[in-house]
């Protein structure tokens, strides 16, 4: 493998801002992820699911990905680069590595639903040719294809997979694969910020998170603690932000998310097509929950801070 990822701690899921023209707005991007290096995450996720990549062309989702690269001093870019085409997925995956991505992470084959002979094929190919770390991401909701154990653990072996994302929601199967691969240098993140801390306590290295983006300093903060061994903290901070964690999936994500960085004045609400802005009644109660983030006692925020 080329290099080394640490992939232990919190990892957002960056959202892509767009202009009144639905053009991607890479001062606020590039602002965005200075913020996020600011408070203290491990690294930076852009294009996923979160950013939008569906819609974004291929010239945009490389562009995104070099503009935060240049954005950022000291943490590592790990770009999402899957697709339901293995051939377009290779592609991308050269594209952002050329960029000078750190890592990739990769969405399993959405609705053509490969057996898992395919997924295994699928993701030994990109990973033959692109000498990056890679995750293999599970997230059977929008792909309609669940990766099993015994494929997570499979490709766990080979040198440049690196790590799973988990969003299945199943923790019996999560804990499997953790379970499994305890022997190799294999990373499982959460990709449900509801079950981060549950997946920590069985060995979880860490989070992609969508909360992260808009409370930074307590996911991290959350997370250090759990992987600390103190989960009395981790427990209290996964309370406070549970609210939070339920209001960004009202909607199909990154709409609520959105929603929720242009009320804290990180960035606009707006999505590119087919996705549309929050729906008006669940707007009051997501300001109401991140007001009640704002005033969180100082003591608090500042042992937040003192954990990274």
């Known amino acids: 493998m080329s290099s080394e990822i640490d992939f232990t701690g919190v990892f957002p899921a960056m959202c892509t801002p767009f202009d009144e023209d639905e053009r991607i707005d890479y001062e606020t991007l590039q602002a965005d992820a200075q913020r996020l290096e600011a408070a203290g995450v491990d690294g930076l996720v852009p294009v996923g699911s979160t950013g939008e990549s569906a819609t974004l062309t291929h010239d945009e989702h490389v562009r995104v990905v070099e503009a935060v690269i240049e954005a950022v001093d000291d ?9 339901n085409n293995t051939r377009e997925a290779l592609e991308l995956s050269e594209r952002a590595a050329d960029a000078g991505a750190d890592g990739l992470l990769l969405i399993s084959p959405y609705y ?3 057996e898992q002979r395919g997924l295994v094929e699928h993701y030994r190919t990109i990973a033959d040719a692109v000498d990056l770390p890679q995750i293999v991401y599970n997230v059977p909701s929008r792909t309609g294809r669940n990766i099993e154990p015994d494929t997570a653990v499979e490709l766990s072996s080979h040198e440049n997979i690196a790590g799973y994302k988990a969003a299945s929601g199943d923790l019996g199967q999560i804990g499997e694969v953790i379970e499994r691969t305890r022997d190799e240098e294999f990373a499982v993140l959460s990709g449900d910020d509801a079950l981060t801390l549950p997946m920590l306590s069985v060995g979880a290295t860490g989070a ?13 903060a959350m997370v ?3 992987l600390d061994g103190d989960y009395a903290r981790a427990r209290s901070l996964h309370h406070e932000l549970g609210p939070l964690f339920r209001e960004l999936f009202v909607e199909t994500n990154p709409i609520p998310v959105k929603e929720a960085m242009q009320i804290r004045g990180y960035g606009p609400a707006r999505l590119r097509p087919p996705l549309s802005r929050l729906s008006e009644e669940y707007r009051d109660d997501l300001e109401a929950i991140l007001a009640d983030l704002e005033d969180e006692p100082a003591e608090v925020a500042d042992a937040a801070e003192g954990d990274r």
Do not use: Q
């Open 112 to 114: 053509n639903k490969p």
């Open 75 to 83: 943490v590592p870019v790990i770009a999402g680069t899957g697709s």
């Open 208 to 220: 992609i998170s969508v909360a992260a983006n808009v409370e930074p300093e307590r996911t991290c």
């Open 224 to 226: 250090g603690a759990a």
